[in-house]
């Protein structure tokens, strides 16, 4: 059975950093990539970044203005079948509930939320002003 477990939310003042951490069981999971969306209150889930087992990653989305890029940098630990996500410089607009999924989608489609399989319940991310 396939299983994703998200860690590392909580609530922080604008400014800082967290660290979330997705927990990997039940599949191969060299052979899929990891990714990141989140879902803010009242908002559709959006992609935050997506990472492959050879390293290959992408962040944001592709409009100019993306609060996300430079911000956020994914990460993966093969080994521990584990994937993270390091956001800096929070803001508030950055709160949301975090969701970690996987999908076996080629590059081109990483962003696409249907493309994933499998999905954790999700970790809160609560920024305050």
């Known amino acids: 059975q396939v299983q994703l477990v998200e860690s590392g939310g909580g609530l922080v003042q604008a400014g800082g950093s967290l660290r979330l951490s997705c927990a990997a069981s039940?599949?191969?999971?060299?052979?899929?990539?990891l990714g990141w969306f989140r879902q803010a209150p009242g908002k559709e889930r959006e992609f935050v970044a997506a990472i492959s087992s050879t390293g290959t990653s992408v962040v944001g989305g592709t409009y100019d203005g993306d609060s996300v890029k430079g911000r956020f940098t994914i990460s993966r630990d093969n080994f521990k079948n584990t994937a993270s996500l390091q956001i800096d410089s929070l803001k508030p607009e950055d709160t949301a509930v975090y969701y970690c999924?996987?999908?076996?989608?080629?590059?081109?489609?990483?962003?696409?939320?249907?493309?994933?399989?499998?999905w954790g319940q999700g970790t809160q991310v609560t920024v305050s002003s």
């Open positions: 039940g599949l191969t999971v060299s052979t899929y990539v």
């Open positions: 999924g996987c999908t076996s989608a080629p590059r081109r489609r990483w962003r696409w939320l249907n493309e994933y399989d499998y």
